[in-house]
Structure formats: C-alpha cells, structure tokens
C-alpha cells in the first residue's frame, strides 16, 4: 500500500470526518431506539467505519452503490447529510425517502445510494443493474454493492458474479465480513476464503485483511474502481471487520455468542482511534486539530437530531405517492 502524501491532508482529515460522523450519528441512533424515539430497530456499523468510509470514498460522485440492512454508514460516507437520514429513521417527512424507507429501506439518489434491503443478499443484482446501465448508455460511472458474510452464500450473488464476468460490467462486490451472520459465526457455516470464490467466475478476488484500517480498504477498493472504470470488469473484495455493537440495537440473544477475548481485542483495534494516532504521527496533524474535528461532528449529530424532531410525520394522503399503481396502466 502506498502513503499517501502529505500534501493530501484535507482528503484524509476527511476521512476521519466522515468515520466520526458514522460513529456519532449510529451512536445517537442507538440511544433513540432504547428510547422509543426511533421506531422498530437499526443496524449499526460501530466498529466498521473504516470499511465503509475507505470503500465509499474511492467512488466518484456518479457513482453507483447499493447497502444492506447496516447501512446508515453508507451514504454518510459517500457524503450525505445527517439530518434527513436521522429523519428518515424516525419516519419523518423530511427524510432522504419521505419517512416511507426507514432505517432498513433508506436510498439517497443524490449521492448515487440506489438503497439497502433487511433481506440478505438482494440489493446485490440492483448494483448489477445500475453498472449494466452504465455500460449500455456508454458512461464511466461504476457500482459497488455492499454485502456480509451471511450474504456470501447466498445464490444471489454468484449469479450477480457470474453476469458480471460474462458481460464485464464496471461492478465491485464488497463483502463486509464482520464473521457474524447475526450470531451465526461465520466459519462455522462457510467453507473456504470468501475472495477466492471469485475465481470460479474469471474475475479478481481481494482479501483485506486489515479491515480498520481505512487506507488499507481505499487502496483496494480504488484499484477495483480503476480497473472497472478501464472496462476490464467486476472485482470481488472481502474485507475482515468486525462490529462493536449488537446485531441489532435492543437485540438480546440471551447469550454471548461471541468470546470475550475476541471482542476485547477487536476492540484495541478501533478503526477511529487507529487513524487519529496515525494522522498524528504520520501526517504532523495536532490534536487539538483533531479534538476540535470531533467537537465539530458532535454539533452536526446535534443539529440532525434537531432537524429530524422538527420535522412533520408524512400526512396519510401521501402514502401512495411516488409509487407505480394500476390505476396507472388502467388505461
């Protein structure tokens, strides 16, 4: 892996920006549902930012992606705005889908986010789709779709692979091992290294190993999106991750499935704390600098909270609108 220069620091304080950002915001979001303040449940990627900002900022902004059901991070790293989001998992009318996604269903087509699904494996084709229509309209512009380790298995994604070798299509296949399928362990139900399945369609298989660490994850994840860009096809990546939280907030299994020792030492790996110690050693930033970038995101996560509290609940009149009805063929 290269360093990065140090003429580039404003792009990697961004990255940590946008890894506090995640951290604050899925934080707040856990707070809110044990609270009642949000509906039902969210998914967080405590513990992931690495992954998700070192992947979302090596696209472009016409650039496509598609999440899963831990997928607030997502966006935010791609660069959308916390107040619609946090809006969009209180239902409000002010969110990025109208209050009608959620926390499980939200898309923000401004920055290229095609939308995430609770159900494992199925926004895998869309990112398909999105990087064929990118072919066939002659346009540059690449797809990534987020999946985890549960999702490596399903059927869904080998077909995507396998249209995707075939047709060459400027797609990524990003598989967020967190090597836990809720508290299903991920060994105990897959055979073999998820990267090397991609030989098995003719296309590049990547292991990240070093999963918080968000350089590591851009690297691979820009060499991926200049190969795609090139025409030369889809690439398979998997990068080793781990998340702090529950599967979901408010979740209780019952028991602790997952071995103390193993989260304690997942946990001296914090993806945050890591590239702080390291933009200060490395990159000659200070820490006040630093402090004062995470008393500023503390006021963003603030001032979304606020937006999304004063925003209406969607009137009952619009529940249909923005969808395709009979009515509408009737003719």
Known sequence: MTER???DEEFLLEMQRRMLRIRGFDERASKMVKRGHIPGTVH???????????????????DYMTGNHRSHGHPIGKGSPLGPLMAELQ??????????GGSLHLADFAVGSLGESGIVGSSIPI????????QVLGRDSVALAFFGDGAANQGVLYESMNMSGVWNLPVIFL???????????AHTVTSGVIAERAAGFGIPGIRV???????????????AVARARAGQGPTL??????????????????????????????LKKDPLVLFRERLIAEHGLTVERLDALEQEILAEVDAAVAFAENSPFPDPSVAFDDLYTDSEYAA
């Open 175 to 185: 598989c967020e091992n967190n090597q836990y399928a809720l508290s299903t362990p």
């Open 237 to 266: 990546i998997e990068v080793v991750t781990y998340r702090y939280n529950e599967h979901s907030e408010g979740l209780r299994l019952g028991t602790d499935y997952r071995p103390v020792d193993e989260r304690e030492a997942w």
């Open 91 to 100: 239902g409000k009318a002010d969110g990025v889908c109208k209050g009608k």
């Open 44 to 62: 967080t990627s405590i513990g992931q930012e690495a992954q998700v900002v070192g992947a979302t900022m090596a696209l472009r902004d016409g």
């Open 5 to 7: 220069s140090a003429m």
């Open 127 to 134: 990112a398909m789709g999105a990087a064929l229509s990118s």
């Open 209 to 223: 190993e070093e999963g918080q660490d968000v350089l590591a994850v851009y690297e691979a994840v820009s060499a």
